[in-house]
């Protein structure tokens, strides 16, 4: 039984950081594309970082160079250092696991392996 458990989210200041953790168990971790994804009321989710399993990563725009995307395969853990937030990252975010092969791109419907959530909130 796969499962993905987000931590780690909260409120901070504009301009903090903040890392989120996602543990996963039921399989190994290094074999698939993995990624984080973002949703507030009302809106679509969005794919805010991917890494692949060779250890690639690819960002959304308004992240990139904010963001970090890493994995601890030992602890089959996916985490995402998030530096100088500002209100508009605030969400919930979600882990989430590409189970079937491709590329591994921000698309939401390519994933179907989904942890229950941890909110951001900037102020």
């Known amino acids: 039984h796969v499962q993905l458990v987000e931590s780690g989210g909260g409120p901070v200041q504009a301009g903090g950081s903040l890392t989120l953790s996602c543990k996963a168990t039921?399989?190994?971790?290094?074999?698939?594309?993995m990624a984080w994804f973002r949703q507030t009321p009302g809106k679509q989710r969005e794919g805010v970082a991917a890494m692949d399993s060779d250890g690639s990563s690819s960002y959304k725009d308004s992240v990139r160079g904010r963001f970090t995307i890493s994995k601890d395969n030992a602890m089959n853990t996916l985490y995402l250092q998030m530096n100088n937030l500002n209100p508009e990252d605030s969400a919930m975010y979600y882990c989430a696991v590409r189970g079937s092969r491709g590329a591994c791109t921000l698309t939401l419907s390519a994933f179907d392996i989904w942890g229950q959530g941890t909110q951001v909130t900037v102020s």
């Open positions: 039921g399989y190994t971790s290094d074999h698939y594309c």
